[in-house]
């Protein structure tokens, strides 16, 4: 063997093994971030402590404040950074800062109303984007969408240097949504989370061609559309899942509970369709997925949580209970189900039958479920509460510590915890970062 051949088997060994180092070290400085709405898996379970033992709590002073102009979308953290959508002086505001400080590092803007073209009642409640961005972390491109259908890509490793874009009214002439049975009319213009799935990036478009609608996440070219063709809910996102092995997606539309095929020839194609439609569209609640099952609730006309079961032939309701969740996404985890609307509840998932109840969180809220079995608690205009999960508590609500008056305003936007930091965002955009783990650089 020459001595050429040899060194560069060598090189090449040294650059695959280098290769496979980077892609380990970049796995593991992605494991605690949120690039999702719901959080890194989806399902408001993260792989972190809340920091009760670490003696975080009671929470102090926040380590920064930041606005980032008004809206109910929720921001996501990835490779410290937070990415927000928000709403200013007739312009959606796509706001880059940085993690541990607060810090600006790059804005992007583009001409929106403050309300959707269609949009009809409860305007004083809410204004700007809904919808929380998506992040994809091969390419690090970041997909928003506005309330008046501005789809857009940007590429945030290049200052957030606009990919692509789209308008969906525009695009595809979608009417207002219709009124829903004795309800009042009520349109928010695009409230749902967008979904990358693979090369696609998959919206609830609710148009006469297709309710869900997916384009290439690279060029924006529209890929397919699904068979059902009911107009879009107001809910919180779009659902990955798979039913027989097979690769699907789940959202909450106008007409109740929508399950789709992602396998190829079969994309778009409907697996079930539960009727579950809602006074004023509001299918808030995003469904919740557990194996094969799969959790959907609502207030209004239903005050109900329904457990269905799903096959490739369709979906079969095991129980429903008389409680629900108005706008908080309930969390599956041991067998336990939680959530907030007013007080926060746990069910049995095997039952439906509430096992406590306890606190006070009005309207507003979300819940995230940390590593050591506590649940931090989001709702009224900012009160941020830890409390036990039936781990630790079984029979009886449980408050280990409380934050009131972070905010003034609704706290639609869900909290999220990433990297031991704890981002809360209230509906006019104000941001407030409290840190979890012990750190020399926050003083508490």
Request: proline share 5%; net charge neutral; hydrophobic share 35%.
């Amino acid at each position: 063997m020459t001595l050429e051949p040899f060194l560069m088997s060598k090189c090449w060994r040294l650059i695959g093994l280098t290769g496979v180092v980077l892609c380990l070290l970049s796995v593991c400085a992605r494991a605690g971030d949120w690039p999702h709405w719901r959080g890194p898996n989806r399902d408001d379970r993260v792989d972190e402590d809340s920091g009760w033992d670490a003696r975080a709590w009671p929470l102090r002073d926040p380590a920064w404040k930041a606005n980032v102009g008004a809206g109910g979308s929720s921001p996501l953290v990835a490779g410290g950074r937070v990415y927000a959508l928000g709403w200013k002086d007739g312009q959606d505001i796509v706001v880059c800062l940085d993690v541990s400080t607060g810090h600006s590092l790059w804005s992007r803007s583009y001409t929106c109303p403050e309300h959707a073209r269609h949009a009809m009642g409860d305007e004083s409640l809410y204004s700007g984007p809904t919808s929380t961005p998506e992040y994809d972390a091969e390419t690090g491109f970041l997909y928003t969408l506005s309330c008046d259908g501005d789809l857009h890509c940007w590429n945030t490793r290049d200052q957030g240097r606009k990919v692509w874009g789209i308008n969906l009214y525009q695009q595809y002439a979608v009417p207002r949504r219709p009124k829903f049975g004795r309800s009042s009319q009520r349109d928010y213009g695009y409230t749902t989370a967008p979904l990358l799935s693979g090369d696609w990036i998959i919206v609830e478009v609710g148009d006469d061609e297709g309710n869900l609608m997916a384009f290439s996440r690279r060029t924006g070219e529209r890929a397919w559309v699904s068979e059902f063709k009911g107009p879009a809910g107001h809910t919180g996102g779009i659902v990955p899942l798979q039913i027989e092995g097979v690769s699907c997606v789940a959202v909450l539309t106008y007409e109740g509970l929508h399950v789709a095929r992602l396998d190829p020839p079969n994309v778009g194609r409907t697996v079930a369709l539960y009727p579950w439609g809602t006074e004023y569209a509001n299918n808030v609640a995003t469904p919740v997925v557990h194996g094969n099952d799969v959790l959907i609730t609502a207030a209004y006309n239903h005050v109900a949580i329904c457990k269905l079961h799903l096959t490739l032939e369709g979906a079969t309701k095991v129980w429903e209970q008389p409680f629900a969740s108005k706008i908080c996404s309930p969390i599956i985890d041991r067998g336990r189900i939680y959530w907030t609307w007013q007080k926060l509840h746990c069910l049995d998932l095997e039952t439906g039958k509430q096992l406590w109840e306890g606190g006070e969180f009005g309207d507003a809220g979300s819940c995230i479920k940390t590593s050591d079995d506590r649940l931090i608690v989001w709702g009224y205009h900012g009160r941020l509460a830890l409390v036990e999960t039936a781990v630790r508590a079984p029979v009886k609500y449980q408050e280990l510590a409380r934050l009131d008056r972070v905010f003034s305003a609704d706290v639609w936007p869900h909290v999220v915890l990433a990297n031991g930091q704890l981002l809360c965002k209230d509906r006019q955009g104000n941001v407030k970062c409290f840190y979890l783990r012990p750190s020399d650089s926050v003083k508490k």
